[in-house]
């Protein structure tokens, strides 16, 4: 039988830590969202699926949920970090939204910046965005969530919805592969 955490090298962040850091989060939000009207959840399929879900449960204020999924172009000659959107909001435009972008890393920065650009651009009220992890380290365009759970060096991370090559996405920790699985 195949067994995912035979590849795993250590645990980052165990489910307990993840835990802890979600409710930090959501109670984050909470404070700062209290008093408005129409907050919509939206998470950047497939990395933020687990996120999403769990945060989604942790907030105690009325949040509507949205998904899109998105694709940098792998070429690296193409410079400012363009984004292809492969699942759209399907919303007859925007006004009253106060979106929060739901994401599982932010890495180079790239996939945020253009989201939370293209979503004000369609006129949602306010954007701000949440990860989970964040590599500040990584950064190719200047770009700052609003809500973090946990920074991290340079390392590469599965689990909990982050996948290397498709995998290891439902393993329930944030763990490092061995080297020798890359
Ligand atoms: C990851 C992650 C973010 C993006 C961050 O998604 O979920 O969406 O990369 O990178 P950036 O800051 O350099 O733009 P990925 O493209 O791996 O797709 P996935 O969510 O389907 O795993």
Redesign the pocket.
């Known amino acids: 039988m195949i067994d995912w955490t035979e590849d795993i090298e250590s645990i980052l962040i165990s489910e307990s830590e993840i835990k802890e850091i979600v409710k930090l989060v959501a109670k984050k939000i909470e404070d700062d969202y209290r008093n408005e009207e129409k907050i919509v959840l939206v998470g950047?399929?497939?990395?933020?699926a687990v996120f999403m879900t769990d945060l989604m449960r942790q907030l105690h204020i009325p949040v509507e949920i949205d998904f899109m999924?998105?694709?940098?172009y792998g070429d690296s000659s193409v410079s400012s970090?363009n984004v292809n959107i492969i699942l759209d909001l399907n919303r007859r435009g925007l006004g009253s939204e106060n979106i929060i972008i739901v994401?599982?890393?932010?890495?180079?920065?790239?996939?945020?910046k253009y989201l939370v650009s293209y979503l004000k651009n369609k006129g949602a009220k306010s954007v701000r965005t949440a990860t989970l992890l964040d590599k500040p380290g990584?950064r190719?365009v200047e770009f700052t969530p609003e809500y973090v759970g946990k920074q991290i060096e340079n390392k590469f991370v599965i689990g909990y919805g982050?996948?290397y090559a498709e995998k290891y996405r439902t393993l329930p920790y944030i763990g490092i592969i061995k080297p020798e699985k890359i």
């Open positions: 950047v399929l497939k990395g933020s999924r998105v694709s940098s970090g994401e599982d890393m932010v890495d180079s920065g790239r996939t945020l990584r190719e982050l996948d």
